[in-house]
């Protein structure tokens, strides 16, 4: 037993330690927000299980249809002077709530891009569910080390074509402050291993290596996570380096479907992530995002993901053939009203423009902090087991 008060401690965006209470709560009060349907024999296999969109749908499908299934992340355990991530935390409560549904669900911590990791888990999946009905890839990476030529893809956020500059919000002492941060332009060679990191090479493989064993269940479906944005955030995100990443996992998509496979990929809207909150201007128009509209929770999404996924709903797809669940983001009066609030957001006034209070208790919350019913005061267990097969 290891049990002591863990305060927020970190530069910027970045914790050093999480909180086991805390994550055990925000999974317990994900759940709480699902409407829960008939349960039938369905199974899912999620690729980044334990935080942001992966997390959501692996909660919703579970809480929602009963799912059963094997979730992959790859996450710190605790040490004797940090916490394990904020990841860890979650999943071993999934695992809990899963077994309290009665469903069966297994986790597996280790690299998604090897090829011993997936070799493991089709084992677990033949072994334990059979095949599986739906895979979902929602893995964000700053890295790859391609198992076939050993070979290792850094990722790049940069732009494409020239250099840009943008307004991002930042803090000081908790306080919001207004920057302007400049992007460099990628080099080819810096896009060409973004695209190798967050590109759909891995969810091919992971289809590729499904069917060699005979495991994809008929009426098979399968979505990787997505997102495209605003136009404000357009030149950093969907016009650059990351950009071209996206558009290759919407191009892998296009070639599994070829191949007889239901591949798409769904663009989900804004919300606040790990990733996302690492992203220069992607913090200052989430902020306006919510004073203005506010936003569909990953939950939210994930539910109405779940619904088309198993037929209770049908397809909401673009002309491209992507799910959009993004819809509510995109609409002309909500960029309107956030592109006044941006062009008007000085460093005095940012705290009137921007919900930036809420901002930063949600990038807290990623770490198990500001999360309502939890005494921070108090000792709280560190040493939380990996979960074992629920």
């Known amino acids: 037993m290891s049990e002591r008060v863990i305060k927020p401690v970190g530069r910027g965006f970045l914790f050093l330690d999480s909180h086991p209470a805390g994550c055990a709560r925000i999974v317990r009060d994900m759940a709480a927000a699902v409407e829960q349907r008939t349960p039938g024999r369905r199974t899912a296999l999620v690729i980044g299980s334990s935080s942001g969109y992966g997390l959501a749908t692996t909660i919703a499908g579970l809480a929602r249809y009963g799912v059963d299934g094997i979730g992959v992340s790859f996450e710190k355990a605790p040490t004797a002077r940090r916490t394990a991530t904020a990841g860890w935390y979650r999943t071993a409560e999934t695992a809990a709530l899963a077994e309290e549904l009665g469903r069966s669900w297994s986790f597996v911590n280790a690299d998604a891009f090897s090829d011993d990791t997936k070799n493991d888990v089709l084992d677990r999946v033949a072994a334990e569910l059979g095949g599986i009905d739906h895979l979902i890839y929602s893995v964000a990476a700053p890295r790859r080390v391609d198992p076939r030529n050993g070979e290792t893809y ?85 016009q650059g380096s990351i950009g071209a990443a996206k558009a290759d996992l919407e191009q892998t998509a296009l070639n599994l479907a070829k191949d007889g496979v239901t591949a798409m990929t769904s663009v989900n809207g804004a919300a606040v992530t790990q990733a996302s909150s690492a992203i220069p201007g992607i ?69 009137e423009v921007a919900d930036t209070k809420w901002f930063l208790a949600e990038v807290r919350r990623l770490y198990g902090f500001d999360v309502p019913g939890v005494n921070y005061e108090a000792e709280t267990e560190v040493d939380v087991e990996w979960p074992t097969k629920a």
């Not at 992007?183 to 493989?205: C, F, H, P, S």
């Not at 506010?294 to 049908?314: C, F, K, M, N, Y």
């Open 283 to 351: 913090g200052l128009y989430v902020s306006i995002l919510h004073k203005v509209h506010g936003l569909q929770t990953p939950v939210q999404q994930s539910i109405s993901l779940w619904d088309q996924l198993t037929g209770e709903a049908p397809l909401d797809l673009d002309d491209e053939g992507r799910i959009r669940l993004d819809r509510w983001e995109l609409a002309d009066d909500v960029q309107s009203a956030i592109r006044t609030q941006w062009e008007s957001a000085t460093t005095t006034n940012i705290a």
């Open 154 to 238: 850094q990722s790049a956020l940069k732009t494409i074509g020239a250099p840009y500059s943008t307004k991002s919000l930042a803090y000081e002492d908790g306080e919001p402050v207004l920057q302007e941060v400049g992007i460099d332009v990628a080099t080819d060679d810096e896009l060409a291993q973004t695209v190798k990191v967050m590109g759909g090479e891995d969810w091919a493989r992971w289809i590729t290596a499904l069917q060699e064993r005979d495991l994809l269940k008929s009426g098979f479906n399968t979505v990787a996570l997505t997102y495209i944005g605003s136009e404000l955030t357009g030149p950093i995100y969907r």
